[in-house]
């Protein structure tokens, strides 16, 4: 294992911001290779520690080198400054790291910061970005892959989740990591994690298991896994969006990742003074919940669950 310095930015008042990456070298140089990228922002602590989790598992627990058969390098974290002030963003401008590539050398200094990363990145044949959602949710884990014209919809399930969301391309994705990855050639998607600020030791098993399960059917690790899912291509019209039409106590009866039918009670929003249920939300189809909104006070009109479509 060597460990690599990606970027180097001094600071006036502070340790300098150092990026560094874990590169494990394969033994055959005509096994794919691949990169892997933890976490990119503040708040995003499954991303760091199955990234960091990684790193430890390809150092101790492969008691053979030579089963290393590609190129793996891991990334565990990017943006220090926000973990450590518990921020979202880059802290001295607010700007999200992945809105900023390819980068510009020339440019802020979080252009600067993706233009260095991603030309360490570029060139690996697989791109595996380690993210959470950005809304107040609680979700399952989950692929997503963009539709760009330049994707692997194959290489993504062989992570074994049990959806693939094969999203279309917004105009803000095109400077996101992944998208950059594929246009340049690497076959890239994001695993997105649950943004709890605790680790649950099964939701982090099921994101390890996935990463180390693509590592071997993608002939880059020699190491025997247990097989996952057979991942349901889902796609943008398969998730059907449900809204409170209320404000108050959110209360839901369902947990995310629980199968559902149409109809079927999901929850309940509670008057938050009389104490009173004033609202009942019943599942929009036959499904899998994927995202449950994760505060207890949701205002009217609030996203409250994200449910995949099952059938078509």
């Known amino acids: 294992m060597k460990k690599i310095e990606i970027v180097k930015i001094e600071s ?4 300098p911001l150092l990026i560094e990456g874990y590169l494990f070298e394969g033994s055959d140089p005509d096994a794919p290779s691949v990169a892997i990228v933890g976490a990119m922002e503040g708040k995003t602590i499954l991303p760091l520690y199955s990234a960091s ?3 430890d598992f390809l150092q101790n627990d492969i008691d053979d080198a030579k089963k290393i058969r590609g190129d793996i390098l891991v990334i565990p974290s990017i943006n220090h400054y926000a973990l450590n002030l518990n921020e979202r963003f880059w802290p001295l401008d607010k700007t999200d790291l992945n809105m900023m590539f390819p980068g510009y050398e020339e440019g802020e200094t979080t252009q600067r910061i993706a233009k260095c990363l991603f030309d360490t990145l570029s060139g690996y044949d697989y791109g595996i970005s380690l993210e ?3 809304d107040l949710s609680n979700c399952i ?3 997503t892959l963009f539709k760009s014209g330049y994707e692997d919809v194959e290489a993504a399930k062989m992570c074994g989740f049990r959806l693939v969301h094969h999203k279309e391309l917004k ?3 095109t400077v996101s990591l992944q998208y950059n990855w594929q246009l340049w050639g690497t076959k890239a998607f994001s695993i997105v994690c649950p943004s709890d600020t605790t680790i649950n ?3 982090a098993q099921s994101v390890f298991n996935g990463v180390v399960r693509f590592l071997s059917k993608s002939g880059i690790l020699d190491y025997k896994v247990l097989l996952g899912y057979d991942s349901n291509i889902t796609l943008d019209s398969d998730i059907k969006i449900v809204k409170t039409p209320k404000s108050g106590i959110f209360i839901p009866t369902k947990k995310v990742g629980a199968s559902v039918k149409k109809e079927e009670m999901i929850g309940k929003i509670i008057h938050s003074l009389e104490g009173n249920v004033i609202h009942r939300i019943f599942a929009p189809c036959d499904g899998v919940i994927t995202c449950v909104y994760k505060n207890a006070l949701i205002f009217e009109n609030a996203l409250a ?3 995949a479509k099952s059938g078509r």
Request: charged share 30%; hydrophobic share 25%; aromatic share 10%.
């Open 12 to 15: 006036l008042n502070r340790e």
């Open 171 to 173: 105009p803000t994705d």
């Open 141 to 143: 884990s989950y692929i």
């Open 201 to 203: 030791p099964n939701t």
């Open 132 to 134: 959470t959602r950005d």
């Open 53 to 55: 989790k990684l790193v």
């Open 305 to 307: 669950f994200r449910v």
